[in-house]
């Protein structure tokens, strides 16, 4: 049968609708994007059919789409060349789509014995997804004093938006961050915004049923800050060391970076950045006082500002190149006196501590201290004032020490000489002659009276003769001093033997003394026995 021939009773029976439909098509919509195809399948399986027409109604009229039977395929006019209808299945394909072609496609298969089937499914064309841009109400903003209002518009059919930071979706509070939906557009607010709101970059998301497009990403600038202002180090040394390697750093967290100022016991300083080095406070001419400095963080967008914690410290200079001065001439004890000063060449020492001999010096009577304790005055001299004198000169930074020798002469003191006042004949005799003295005493001997030529400390006679009796005088000089010291030593020179014959006073007692200790206990024991033993009476 030709299909040319029998089209306009098939559309007319298609129109009436002769039978009650049955499952043929699946539930719609179908989607489909303009300009590409689409196919509307059947479910039935290679039905026995006579005619299979396809009818599209775009809600105003009603147009036949094409007929199929099992000798052929019928497009009607307005869809040649954009139709195809698959003879096996009914499946009805559409090429090159338009907004027309938008509507409600039914299906009518009509078997050998009239029995009809029909079906009906709804097609929508919908417009590409296309041209998403956000546009903002501003880009730069002011942390909490800022409103900022994010629309996002984009082209298409069905359109549904997201926001997105990365592959993470921006949820609304519904009260700081609120969503408004539109057909073709999105709009994201948020009151009061904070730098945590939006901190990378964000994207707007169109989609449909088909197709999704993000928009180029938006970057939020928010102005905040300087908040908190830290100095680094926060506690520095109460004293620092003049020259040192030191510097105090300012932070605070700012966008954009804040500018910075520091203040010297509040008085602003010629010096900006985030750096205030050791340098530049030295420059100050500030004195070894404890001052007090501070950062304050300026930022220009925000018109904020914040100070932070003072941190406190003084600079000193190190003490180097101390030295003692002291007298110059010769010291004599009983008649000098010596001043002793300390000074060092530079730093500014803050305690001055005197040592003599490694041991701690304080005022007596013979020795007084300047105020300051940087000069001591000892008068008169003594022999005991020799010795090592330390000036130790200390401020928080360090300690520096210089020392002086004093040299203080006196003497001779009196003169001594140990030998033996008797001796025998040819025996070797030794006097020692000594004077506490400084310098060392010089020696000269006298022998009864005539000087002799020895002038050493020792007078040495090597075998003694009858003619060495007599009295011999030791002579102790000091130079410096110009003092003299003497002493006597009475020499005896006897036969051999002679030291022997008899015994000196000393032991003739100590015997005597033995001799009367042992009669008294004699009679002492007398006594004891004659009390001890009965006597008869002679009655």
């Known amino acids: 049968m030709d299909v040319l021939s029998v089209t306009p ?20 919509p179908v989607d489909a994007i303009l300009g590409k195809s689409v196919t509307l399948k059947t479910l039935v399986d290679k039905p026995v059919y006579v005619f299979i027409i396809w009818n599209h109604n775009d809600g105003s009229e009603q147009t036949h789409v094409a007929t199929a039977s099992p000798s052929g395929v019928k497009v009607n006019d307005p869809y040649t060349g954009r139709v195809t209808v698959n003879q096996t299945n009914g499946y009805l394909h559409l090429e090159g789509l338009l907004a027309s072609d938008n509507g409600d496609y039914s299906i009518n298969i009509i078997a050998n014995d009239g029995t009809t089937i029909t079906g009906e499914i709804h097609l929508r064309v919908l417009e590409p997804v296309s041209t998403v841009v956000i546009t903002p109400s ?8 800022s409103t900022v209002v994010l629309s996002c518009a984009a082209k298409g059919s069905y359109l549904k938006f997201a926001w997105l930071m990365g592959t993470k979706a921006i949820v609304a509070d519904g009260k700081r ?8 557009s999105s709009t994201l607010t948020i009151t009061g915004v904070l730098r945590t709101d939006l901190p990378t970059p964000v994207t707007c998301n169109a989609t449909n049923n088909l197709e999704s497009q993000n928009s180029a990403p938006f970057s939020l600038i928010v102005h905040y800050g300087p908040d908190a202002v830290s100095i680094t180090p926060p506690n520095p040394p109460k004293f620092l060391r003049s020259k040192s390697n030191f510097s105090l750093s300012c932070a605070s967290p700012s966008s954009p970076p804040a500018t910075f100022s520091w203040y010297q016991n509040q008085q602003l300083l010629e010096v900006t950045g985030p750096v205030l080095t050791l340098e530049a406070i030295e420059a100050l001419k500030l004195d070894s006082a404890v001052v ?7 930022n220009a967008k925000t018109q904020r500002a914040d100070s ?9 200079e190190a ?15 009983g008649n000098s006196s010596a001043n002793l000063s300390c ?3 530079s730093g500014q020492a803050q305690s001055v ?35 090592e004198f330390t000036c130790l000169l200390t401020n928080p930074i360090n300690t520096d020490s210089a020392s002086y020798r004093l040299l203080v002469n006196y003497g001779p003191e009196a003169a001594q000489v140990i030998g033996d006042p008797a001796v025998e004949v040819d025996t070797n005799v030794v006097l020692t002659c000594s004077a506490a003295s400084v310098p060392p005493a010089n020696f000269t001997w006298k022998f009864n009276g005539t000087k002799t030529d020895v002038k050493t400390a020792q007078y040495q006679i090597e075998a003694a003769r009858y003619k060495n009796t007599g009295m011999y005088m030791c002579e102790a000089h000091n130079a410096v001093t110009g003092k003299t010291s003497t002493y006597t030593h009475t020499l005896s020179v006897k036969e051999e033997g002679a030291l022997d014959e008899g015994l000196s006073d000393g032991a003739i007692a100590g015997i005597v003394i033995a001799v009367l200790i042992a009669l008294g206990a004699a009679i002492a024991l007398l006594f004891f026995c004659r009390q001890r033993v009965p006597v008869e009476s002679p009655y």
């Not at 559309?11 to 699946?26: E, H, M």
């Not at 501003?138 to 004093?145: Q, V, Y």
């Not at 932070?308 to 000193?316: I, L």
């Open 308 to 316: 932070s914690p003072a941190v406190s410290f003084a600079v000193m």
């Open 9 to 28: 009773l098939l559309l007319l029976l298609s129109f009436l609708g002769c039978c009650a439909g049955q499952n043929v098509l699946p539930d719609g």
């Open 292 to 298: 007090n400095f501070t950062c304050r963080a300026s």
């Open 343 to 345: 000074r060092a060449a």
């Open 177 to 184: 961050i609120t969503l408004k939906e539109e057909t073709l």
């Open 319 to 333: 003490i180097s190149g101390a030295e003692v001065s002291g007298p110059t001439s010769v010291l004599l004890a």
């Open 138 to 145: 501003l880009t730069e903003a002011t942390e909490h004093n």
């Open 353 to 387: 501590r005197w040592e003599q001999d490694g041991v701690a010096v304080s005022s007596a009577a013979r020795r007084s201290f300047s105020p300051d304790m940087s000069s001591m005055l000892i008068s008169p001299l003594q022999k005991e004032d020799t010795g």
